[in-house]
């Protein structure tokens, strides 16, 4: 569906839903006994949305492997971790001041997270 002026979206619908399942598998990741990544704000973004699933992933409740396995994405949290390793040194090397424009190159699911989280 094409955004238009004036439109809304929340992070339990839609590609908003999508981002709080990245973030429970970063909070997921972060909880791993040798993390790819740390994301302490992970988990509590994903308890304000409150969906169930996706907070009991991010709290450590359910065992990323038994969900991995009940909906056929096996290394989900695997994946979103490298997946966000790449992204979240690529936008910290973005930030230096010899570097400009860097949002442009990234999908629009990592693009509408990182807007969520700064409101």
Same mark, same amino acid.
């Given at each position: 569906? *094409?955004?238009? &002026?004036?439109?809304?979206? !929340? %992070?339990?619908? @839609? =590609? #908003? ?7 429970? /598998? ?31 992933? *991010?709290?450590? &409740?359910?065992?990323?492997? !038994? %969900?991995?396995? @009940? =909906? #056929? ?7 979103? /971790? ?38």
């Amino acid at each position: 569906m *094409a955004r238009t &002026e004036g439109d809304t979206w !929340d %992070l339990v619908n @839609s =590609v #908003g839903a999508t981002d709080t399942m990245v973030a429970a /598998a970063r909070a997921a990741a972060t909880r791993k006994s040798q993390p790819v990544i740390t994301d302490e704000f992970a988990e509590p973004l994903v308890r304000a949305v409150g969906l169930d699933v996706f907070t009991r992933l *991010a709290s450590g &409740e359910l065992n990323s492997d !038994d %969900l991995e396995k @009940s =909906v #056929g994405f096996p290394r989900m949290v695997d994946t979103f /971790a490298a997946r966000a390793r790449f992204f979240d040194d690529y936008f910290a090397a973005a930030g230096l001041p010899e570097l400009q424009q860097a949002d442009q190159q990234a999908p629009a699911a990592t693009i509408s997270f990182v807007r969520a989280v700064k409101t």
